[in-house]
Structure formats: C-alpha cells, structure tokens
C-alpha cells in the first residue's frame, strides 16, 4: 500500500510538469478502435470531467460524430460509489465533495466505453488511480453484468511505469491511449 501512495505522488507531481494540451487528433486511433470494436448504432460513452492535469477527453466531443453520442459522466453517491448519468456539452454540472464537476444524477447509465484517468500504467494495462477505489469498484461490479463494456486509460506516455504493484481488486484496461498510440 505504501508503494502506491509514493507512486501517486510522483506521477501526480511529474504529470503536473510535463502537462501538455492536446488537439482532437489524439483520439484518432480511438475512434478507429471504437469503430472496430463496438458494431452497435447507439453507444454511450462515457468519460471523466478532466482536473488536477488530467488529459482533456472533452476534446474528443470535437469530433461531430461523438458528440452526436450519449456522453456520460461519473458522479459519486452517498454510500461511496460511482455512476454513470447523461451529459450534453454546455449543460450545467455540479460540484462533488472531492470539487470535481459532475452531472445532474438522472437515471444511471451503464456506458459501453469507458475513458478512465491514469496517474500512472503499465505494459499489462494496469493503471494506479488516485486511490478512492471509484472506478475499480464500478468496473468489478459492472464488468461481471456487462463483459462488452471498453475500458480505455487515457494518460501521457510518460506515465508509463516498469510494473505496477496491484491487488485482487485493480481491474485491467482492456486499452491505454497516449499521443503515442494504443497499447
């Protein structure tokens, strides 16, 4: 545990100096993923309200294709856990108790692809989070209902560590997405 907690500090404070914007394009490889992989007509994908320099994944609504999606965004309930409620650009979010931006809590969504934030991953897809257990917890339960569900870590190549220390409870990304590519 205490590795983790020393890994989160250094890849928060390196994610923090080497931050760096970027254009739509990063989502190119993607989108030719999502084409690939989901034949569905209608497909919800959610994504995370980007803070504390995380990677914009709002740009990807750039694309007139997304943005015609159903955009979902977490938001964190009273008993400790998250889910996934509809969110359209331009409409009104609201602070959490952690003073990250989160939706109107309508009717829960269960997204087909899920762009989860990364403070740092591995080559066997693993990624170390901020250490709540928010999206583990939701990926366990949900992934055991709904084995179709993408998940995609989107972080900076330099985020990338040799092996990361996991435990019964960190799930796999099924991909992580960088400016380099896929992996």
Known sequence: MQQKIQLRKKYFNLRKKKY???????????????????????VKIALYYPTNFELNVLKILEFKNISSKDILLPATTKNNFMNFFSWKKREVLFVNKFGILEPAKTQA??????????????????????????YD????????????????????????HHKLPINRNDVKMDFIITEKGIY
């Open 20 to 42: 760096f914007d970027i254009d739509e394009n990063f989502f190119l490889p993607l989108l030719r993923l999502i084409q690939s992989k989901i034949k569905k007509k209608f």
């Open 109 to 134: 969504k269960v997204p087909d692809i899920i762009l989860v934030p990364v403070l740092a991953f591995d080559k066997n897809r693993y990624r170390l989070g901020y250490g709540k257990g928010y």
């Open 137 to 160: 917890r939701y990926l366990n339960k949900y992934l055991k209902k709904f084995k179709n569900i993408l998940t995609v870590g989107v972080a900076f190549s330099f985020q990338r």
